[in-house]
């Protein structure tokens, strides 16, 4: 019942849904986070290229999916997908999505899902800005998923920006 991939093409936003949608549940919250013009101070990002030591991504990734389940036992469908490669403006990076039979479980299981994502998988971004191009801005320490904390307060993020 876990999706989770690594993807160098484009992320198939129209099969995430549908796959996610289970009789079992009244609740499906589905994230996808698109690359925009600017990052930090600078304001002239033309894309993204992403790029993943896949081996280990996809490995955090299963255990992130596996401690998402821990914690939220009731999540009957999980879709984890992250783009590699470029990626230009609005177009979709990263998807997490989760169906559940309350909304409450599947608000909550798909935000750890995304903050955990950007703080603990190996994912890197490289800027294309007027100025040339660069690392992101905003990367993290990566954390390792057990090192979570146990609870983030509602409304705050456990991920820095990434």
């Known amino acids: 019942m876990d999706w989770v991939a690594l993807s160098a093409e484009p992320l198939p936003l129209e099969a995430v ?52 389940r821990r914690r939220w036992p009731d999540v009957e ?15 979709p990076a990263v998807v997490v999505g989760v169906s559940a039979a309350h909304r409450d479980v599947a608000f909550e299981a798909a935000r750890f ?10 994912i890197w971004k490289r800027e294309r800005h007027a100025g040339g191009q660069d690392w992101g801005l905003e990367g993290n320490q990566l954390a390792e998923v057990d090192e979570l904390q ?8 456990a991920a820095g920006g990434r």
């Open 17 to 68: 849904h549908p796959w996610l949608v289970r009789s079992r549940c009244g609740a499906v919250v589905q994230f996808t986070g698109t690359t925009r013009d600017h990052s930090g101070s600078r304001r002239s990002v033309s894309s993204l290229t992403y790029e993943a030591y896949d081996t280990e991504a996809l490995g955090r990734m299963e255990a992130l999916a596996a401690e998402l």
């Open 113 to 122: 899902g995304i903050d955990a994502l950007k703080l603990t998988v190996p």
């Open 77 to 91: 469908a999980l879709a984890m997908l992250h783009r590699t490669g470029e990626v230009g403006l609005r177009e």
């Open 150 to 157: 146990p609870a983030w307060p509602a409304g705050a993020s």
